[in-house]
């Protein structure tokens, strides 16, 4: 497979905290981009929690998603989610703050595979979960 230029991963990396308003609605940011690896991060506020005052399901799923998005994308090819799973392990309260890490562990010229973790500050496992990918055409 091609190699990884610094600038495709910095451009990557800036258009993923410039251009996904929805993870910056949350408060999500990525943090760490490398070739197939991806860290962004997530603060559990008044605005991301349920009616259980847990860690909306949704902001865990969309913080995951996000490094998900950027470890896709690091390649410089553009990336798509075909599907996802995640398993909710532990709820995440407010105060947290969430680290998702996503590592692409397999890819072909067309279908790649992520397996992605989040974890709260005290390193307790929240999610876990993987992403299926797809490799567009073009650049």
């Known amino acids: 497979m091609d190699e ?3 600038d495709i991963l910095k451009s ?12 910056q609605g949350m408060g999500a ?5 490398l070739p197939g690896f991806a860290r962004t991060t997530l603060p559990i506020t008044h605005k991301t929690i349920n009616i259980y005052r847990m860690a909306h399901g ?4 969309s913080v995951a998603d996000q490094a998900c998005e950027a470890a896709g994308n690091s390649y410089g090819k553009p990336a798509v989610a075909l599907q996802q799973n995640i398993h909710f392990l532990a709820a995440g309260k407010p105060g947290d ?4 890490t996503a ?7 067309r279908i790649g595979l992520i397996e992605f ?4 500050q005290e ?5 876990i979960g993987q992403q299926v990918i797809y490799f567009k055409k073009g650049k």
């Open 4 to 6: 990884v230029s610094n």
């Open 12 to 23: 990557i990396f800036d258009k993923v905290n410039r251009e996904d308003t929805f993870s």
């Open 29 to 33: 940011k990525l943090i760490e981009l």
């Open 58 to 61: 949704g902001a865990v799923f």
């Open 97 to 100: 703050f969430l680290q998702a």
């Open 103 to 109: 590592k692409v562990i397999h890819r072909s010229n």
């Open 117 to 120: 973790e989040v974890r709260n």
């Open 123 to 127: 390193d307790l496992l929240i999610a």
